[in-house]
Every structure is written in structure tokens, then in C-alpha cells.
Nanobody
Framework: QAQLVESGGGLVQAGDSPRLSCAAS????????MGWFRQAPGKEREVVAG????????VYADPVKERFTISRDNAKSTVFLQMNSLKPEDTAVYYC????????????????????WGQGTQVTVSS
């Protein structure tokens, strides 16, 4: 199990490039894939990016591909989401999550694939 705490959100301007962080507690961080999701008002929670437990593979949703980068630092039990060139449509609550299965061969792309969630951090992009 894990406890996740996101940080780095806030009110930003279009074109800004903040980085979100997700600090995880527990000794099993290294064996779980991690994901970033976002949820805008009136919309379902959707995947933004995912990273394999060993950090060797990543996946991105089409709206953020080429702009966002997910990474992890297992020594610090932290996963990051570098967000470049933010757009107003990126406005949402961003959540990090831990895959429900350790040592997964793939990367989860849906909410049911993840077992633990942080409380989320609001990212508001003004135009």
C-alpha cells in the first residue's frame, strides 16, 4: 500500500511549464507503476501519463503528448509530471496513483487499473 501526496499545482498562465510532484510513502514504491490522471469539472477522470514500475516505459494521452513528461525517482519515492506549454483546456485536478498490481508488464491507462490515489492538486490555467 502507499500514501500519495501531490504538490506543485496552482494558478498559472497559458504557456507556463510547472512540474507536479507526487511523494509516496511505503517501501513498495519501486515495484509499482505510477500514473497521473486529471479530472475537469463535468468530465470523467482521465489518464494523463503512466510510467512502468522500472521507469523503462511511459505512455501519454493524446492531448498532452509532446508537452508532458512523466518521470520517477525511486530513491526519493517520487513521481513527477513536467507540464510544458499549458493550455486553458489543461485545467483540472491532477491526481497521481499507484498501479494496483506490482511488477506489471504494462502500464495502466484506466482508473480501475490503479489502487491508491492521492488527494489531487488543482491546476488552473488562465488565458
Amino acid at each position: 500500500q502507499a500514501q500519495l501526496v501531490e504538490s506543485g499545482g496552482g494558478l498559472v498562465q497559458a504557456g507556463d511549464s510547472p512540474r507536479l510532484s507526487c511523494a509516496a510513502s511505503g517501501r513498495t514504491f519501486r515495484t509499482y507503476g505510477m500514473g497521473w490522471f486529471r479530472q475537469a469539472p463535468g468530465k470523467e477522470r482521465e489518464v494523463v501519463a503512466g510510467i512502468k514500475w522500472n521507469g523503462l516505459q511511459t505512455v501519454y494521452a493524446d492531448p498532452v503528448k509532446e508537452r508532458f513528461t512523466i518521470s520517477r525517482d525511486n530513491a526519493k519515492s517520487t513521481v513527477f509530471l513536467q507540464m510544458n506549454s499549458l493550455k486553458p483546456e489543461d485545467t483540472a485536478v491532477y491526481y497521481c496513483a499507484t498501479d494496483s498490481t506490482p511488477l506489471s508488464s504494462g502500464i495502466g491507462r484506466n482508473v480501475p487499473d490503479y489502487g491508491y490515489w492521492g488527494q489531487g492538486t488543482q491546476v488552473t490555467v488562465s488565458s
